[in-house]
């Protein structure tokens, strides 16, 4: 395991809380639809770089249930240095290429196309500067206005309870911006938010911080789940699905050719599997 | 139409009628397994970027039949102006960004597990250079020794009846280090052949780099379809095909993160449809 100050653990152990949390809430979904689907874990560690600060690793949480196409809830705890050009395009590391980064990381793909997909990542990184980031948004391969509705105004509720830093109006057009699909020109989803490098230069700043991001984790927590409930029971037709695996096929373009996480995991010699649990289980293209 | 001149209207032509027997042979293909399928062919047309040497477009064909799950077979022939810091990334282009392109893509993603999927495209490009480029790959979810060493063999007579420029040796190891996908350290097939940059800086330079694209379509026309014929009868089980679709999940996560094909498609105003016609119809990741 790598060395860790303070902020460091206490930024660790929230994100590993809020995994068990999320992990819990959604089996206690399956044992609802009557299935017995529980998630899968597998630790990884990364390779060190050859000091002390360097490796690390992650738990990649799985579920594959009646509810839960595909769950993935991922956390990682990694250091090192970052090699080379890439280190340049990372805050803080043009200079001293050291880096440290903590965050969970999900995606579900629901088996019910009336049920929106959703992704939902907050990670906190040190190199020489130290910041917060993170994200959520709803993917709904058939959109229903009262469950963008609910998802946002739980965010946004997260983001006025911790301002500043939290700006729901800012972060929510980060998301636009940040999920969209330029060749095709349309949007991954129907938003939520996005935030990265909300610095946390000294201490209070960091509390204030990581309140936003707790925040964050609990805003998830209350709205998703009770979307889920809202649609899992509805019929879906075979033309319903086909929509489904159209639009995955979009998502799957999105993480491969734009996602920047799934980039920097690429680069940074993360876990294959973990990183790309964000990708659907099955996806069309015409 | 974009202008062209002698050499590109030649290649442009080769191209056009190398598609046509193409999807004959693959249509021939359709018919002996009891199949109507054909193609369907769309034009599409590059919007210009303001001056007359600008514009040109192309014609998609995509077939869905009971041996082709889903071919696809393009001819494009564009032209343009290269934009801001990716003309620097192409060949020629750094000091005047005007390009002009023509060639042919096919990608053929088969329903039985045992016949390879294949890739081929040959290329002329235009810039303050002039060459051609081009390759082609077999990706067999289930491998045969001897449908690879068809595959190359056709591939190294066609290099070596055109050498200079034709280079198997070098060809086949380009391929061998462009089709790799580095995130999960494998191959995305069993490799053939790829080469960039012929250039034509006078007329026997074209004369002799054009004799060898032609060469390579024939090898293409003269492998492939015996191999499909090899394998089409062959029974798979759903294991097989589950094989297959995973399979498949590399060759998108190929074509969408490392293709310089797919990211010169999306940065040139290419048609979406088209570029993206390399994806398989379905994909499955675990």
Redo the contacts between chains.
């Keep these: 395991m790598i060395a860790m100050d303070e902020q460091q653990q206490a930024a660790r152990s929230w994100f590993e809380a809020l995994r068990t949390r999320i992990c819990a809430a959604f089996e206690a979904i399956e044992r609802e639809a009557g299935s017995d689907a529980t998630f899968d874990y597998l630790a990884w560690t990364r390779p060190p770089d050859g000091d002390a600060e360097s490796g690390g690793g992650g738990v990649r949480g799985l579920m594959k249930g009646s509810v839960f196409e595909k769950g993935g809830v991922n956390v990682s705890t990694v250091g090192g240095a970052l090699q080379g050009d890439f280190a340049k395009t990372i805050h803080g590391a043009a200079e001293n290429p050291a880096f440290f980064a903590t965050g969970i990381s999900l995606v579900a793909h629901m088996a019910n196309p009336h049920v929106p997909a959703v992704h939902m990542n907050t990670r906190f990184l040190a190199t020489t500067k130290r910041w917060f980031g993170g994200g959520a948004d709803l993917n709904p391969p058939i959109p229903y206005d009262e469950d963008t509705a609910d998802f946002h105004a739980a965010l946004a509720a997260a983001c006025e309870a911790n301002s500043p830093p939290g700006d729901y109006p800012r972060f929510a057009k980060w998301a636009e911006d940040y999920f969209w699909i330029?060749?095709?020109n349309v949007s991954r989803g129907v938003g939520g938010i996005f935030y990265d490098h909300l610095e946390c230069g000294d201490e209070a700043a960091f509390d204030a911080t990581f309140a936003l991001t707790r925040a964050v984790g609990e805003a998830f927590l209350a709205s998703f789940p009770a979307i889920v409930r809202r649609r899992m029971g509805m019929a879906a037709s075979e033309a319903d699905r086909e929509t489904m695996?159209a639009y995955r096929?979009r998502y799957?373009?999105f993480n491969?050719?734009y996602d920047r996480g799934t980039s920097f995991g690429?680069k940074t010699g993360g876990n294959?599997?973990a990183?790309?649990m964000s990708?659907?289980?099955?996806?069309?293209?015409?």
Tied chains: 1, 2.
């Design positions: 330029p060749h095709r695996l096929g799957a373009e491969l050719v690429l294959i599997d990183i790309l990708l659907p289980p099955v996806a069309t293209w015409s």
